[in-house]
Each structure stands twice: as structure tokens, then as C-alpha cells.
């Protein structure tokens, strides 16, 4: 297992649509691993393939108390929403900006496993918010693009600014 580097906002890569997964091979399980490994040195509790660089339609999470029981989903894709939920998020791929996001209260997600076999998820709660989340990523999308024009535009003016002071402050150091 590998961790490997998580892209970082506006890297153009976190908006390209990720694409089906046809062969379910060690190449997969490998990239799945690594994907765990990565999500968990950097404290996240999900992570797409994109925000790595990879194109697979691949997604890990982990939203247990103690971070021991990671899950795969390959080709996931949200059959049924119910109810509203609005909860703060955050992202590997844009560190330290959270915001207050509306989602789904719940989700019914059809997805496969390492070995191509379906399987149906029904999830509420942190489950459904971080499901959401990562698909979203899966398609290009982050959580910043669910919030207003005037506060997606104000918290990206802020991160890209505190970026570049972190980037002159390492520079100089």
C-alpha cells in the first residue's frame, strides 16, 4: 500500500468525470488500498479516485468511531433520495474550508465490490452526507459548488489567498 499525493483545489483533474470501472483486477485492489491508506494518513473519512489523479469510478470511506472499517464502492450511483439534511463539510481537496451543505437525509445506493459483485446501500445520516460527497466527486463536482455564488466565490477567494501565502511561507523557510 501506497499514500499518495490528494490533489488540490482548482487542479483542473478534480473536475473531469470519472469513468466506469470494466475489470475488476489486483490493479483495482491495489488502487483501492492505496485509496484507504491515503484517506486515513490524511485524516479524511472519504475519498474519490479523482482526488488522486486516478479516472476509475472508485470511492472509499470510513465513517466508524474508530476508523477501522473502511468501504469500497466501484461504479456507485445514487438510485433514491429522501429528505433534506444540512450538515458542515469538508474536503481532503480543499483543506481547511468547511461549510454548511444541503443534502439528502437519506440515499439508496447501488454500487459493486472488489470482486464486480453488486450490492445495495441504505444510508443516513454522516453515511448518506459522505456517499454524497464523494459521488459528487465522481462527477466533477465538489462541495463547493452547492453553495450560493456569492459565498462559493468569497471561500474560494479565501483558500486560493491562504494558499499562496502557505506556498511564499514555505518558499522562504
Known amino acids: 500500500m501506497a499514500v ?8 483542473p483533474r478534480l473536475r473531469l468525470k470519472a469513468e466506469e470501472v470494466t475489470r475488476f483486477d489486483a490493479g ?10 491515503t484517506m486515513y494518513a490524511h ?9 488522486i489523479g486516478a479516472r476509475e469510478r472508485l470511492l472509499v470511506l470510513d465513517v466508524a468511531e474508530d476508523r477501522r472499517e473502511p468501504h469500497v464502492f466501484i461504479n456507485p450511483v445514487i438510485v433514491a433520495r429522501e429528505g433534506h439534511l444540512t450538515s458542515e463539510e469538508g474536503c481532503l481537496s480543499i483543506p481547511d474550508v ?3 451543505v ?7 445506493v447501488d454500487a459493486r465490490d472488489l470482486h464486480g ?6 444510508a443516513e445520516g454522516l453515511l448518506a452526507v459522505c ?13 463547493l459548488d452547492r453553495l450560493s455564488p456569492p459565498k ?3 471561500l474560494r477567494r479565501r483558500y486560493l489567498a491562504a494558499r499562496r501565502e502557505t506556498e511564499r511561507t514555505a518558499v522562504r523557510g
Open 28 to 37: 483495482l485492489a491495489r488502487l483501492a488500498e492505496d485509496m484507504v491508506e
Open 117 to 122: 459483485q453488486p450490492h445495495t446501500v441504505e
Open 131 to 143: 456517499l454524497q460527497h464523494e459521488i459528487d466527486h465522481l462527477e466533477g463536482r465538489l462541495f
Open 102 to 108: 444541503e443534502r439528502a437525509a437519506r440515499v439508496r
Open 98 to 100: 468547511r461549510e454548511r
Open 4 to 11: 499518495r499525493p490528494v490533489l488540490l483545489y482548482p487542479d
Open 152 to 154: 462559493r466565490e468569497r
Open 43 to 51: 485524516g479524511g473519512i472519504g475519498l474519490a479516485a479523482t482526488q
